[in-house]
């Protein structure tokens, strides 16, 4: 079991960084005045990772405010 483990992380960082050298073309994101640009593959990481943060907050104030609903005033 450990080697298909093993073997999956392999095959997804290959695939990572296959997706990373094909996507080396700059992309410029604005928001408000504010303008930068970055290879698309570091975009979509930096998305992939915001998106990661902010989904586990929501996550954890739902599940917080749950419990807080459940507890006897």
């Given at each position: 079991?450990?080697?298909?483990?093993?073997?999956?992380?392999?095959?997804?960082?290959?695939?990572?960084?296959?997706?990373?050298?094909?996507?080396?073309?700059?992309?410029?994101?604005?928001?408000?005045?504010?303008?930068?640009?970055?290879?698309?593959?570091?975009l979509?990481?930096?998305?992939?990772?915001?998106?990661?943060?902010?989904?586990?907050?929501?996550?954890?104030?739902?599940?917080?405010?749950?419990d807080?609903?459940?507890?006897?005033?």
């Open positions: 079991m450990r080697k298909l483990y093993i073997g999956l992380i392999v095959v997804f960082t290959a695939l990572v960084l296959l997706f990373m050298f094909q996507n080396l073309q700059n992309a410029t994101i604005s928001f408000f005045s504010v303008s930068i640009t970055l290879p698309l593959s570091l979509v990481f930096a998305i992939y990772v915001l998106g990661m943060l902010t989904g586990g907050f929501l996550f954890a104030s739902l599940r917080k405010g749950i807080r609903a459940r507890q006897p005033h």
